[in-house]
T-cell receptor, first 114, second 114 residues
Framework: GNSVTQMEGPVTLSEEAFLTINCTYTATGYPSLFWYVQYPGEGLQLLLKATKADDKGSNKGFEATYRKETTSFHLEKGSVQVSDSAVYFCALSAGGTSYGKLTFGQGTILTVHP | SQTIHQWPATLVQPVGSPLSLECTVEGTSNPNLYWYRQAAGRGLQLLFYSVGIGQISSEVPQNLSASRPQDRQFILSSKKLLLSDSGFYLC?????????????FGEGSWLTVV
């Protein structure tokens, strides 16, 4: 079956530090990959996505590249802000008859201090 | 543009009482609809999905049920709540064609069973 593994958190950084959150996946076929962000007390927001190998998704200074050879989709940001404090979820959708159902990682809590 | 709303945002219910969470989507037709649950300290789990009116698929055996009485309305119900039903419930939608497998989430509903 499909699975997503994220680096365990929580991750604590100082403002302007570099961020990497690792994500690897197992899936049959050619999944689409996503990063969602959940701010305290809120629902999930789509942060970025990539639908095929070597695609790079980017948004709000965050980036992730779909690496089929290493089955990875690591999230990066060059300079984090306090407002980036949230829970980050890596997810995949296998498409086809899966009707777009998402398989999520466990989430990584990010806390950024001033 | 498309929007998704779910309500109520929070509720506290006694064990054994019924539950009804409602979700509606605007700005699209014949969407795929989903209910996910996020238990405390855990990732997201798909509970139900629907590809059309009256068509419901359950992903996990549980105390809950779902219904889709109208094209853009999705309801999560229970006849008798259990303590273990507590959690954060998220409604979501995707385009029926699902070409890019992207799923969009509502604001979420916090359920505490006491």
């Amino acid at each position: 079956g499909n699975s997503v593994t994220q680096m365990e958190g929580p991750v604590t950084l100082s403002e302007e530090a570099f961020l990497t959150i690792n994500c690897t996946y197992t899936a049959t076929g050619y999944p689409s990959l996503f990063w969602y962000v959940q701010y305290p007390g809120e629902g999930l927001q789509l942060l970025l996505k990539a639908t095929k190998a070597d695609d790079k998704g980017s948004n709000k200074g965050f980036e992730a590249t779909y690496r089929k050879e290493t089955t990875s989709f690591h999230l990066e940001k060059g300079s984090v802000q306090v407002s980036d404090s949230a829970v980050y979820f890596c997810a995949l959708s296998a498409g086809g008859t899966s009707y777009g159902k998402l398989t999520f990682g466990q989430g990584t809590i990010l806390t950024v201090h001033p | 543009s498309q929007t998704i709303h779910q309500w109520p945002a929070t509720l506290v219910q006694p064990v054994g009482s019924p539950l009804s969470l409602e979700c509606t989507v605007e700005g699209t037709s014949n969407p795929n609809l989903y209910w996910y649950r996020q238990a405390a300290g855990r990732g997201l789990q798909l509970l139900f999905y629907s590809v059309g009116i009256g068509q419901i698929s359950s992903e996990v055996p549980q105390n809950l049920s779902a219904s889709r009485p109208q094209d853009r309305q999705f309801i999560l119900s229970s006849k008798k709540l259990l303590l273990s039903d507590s959690g954060f419930y998220l409604c979501a939608w995707s385009e029926h064609s699902n070409r890019d497998n992207t799923i969009y989430f509502g604001e979420g509903s916090w359920l505490t069973v006491v």
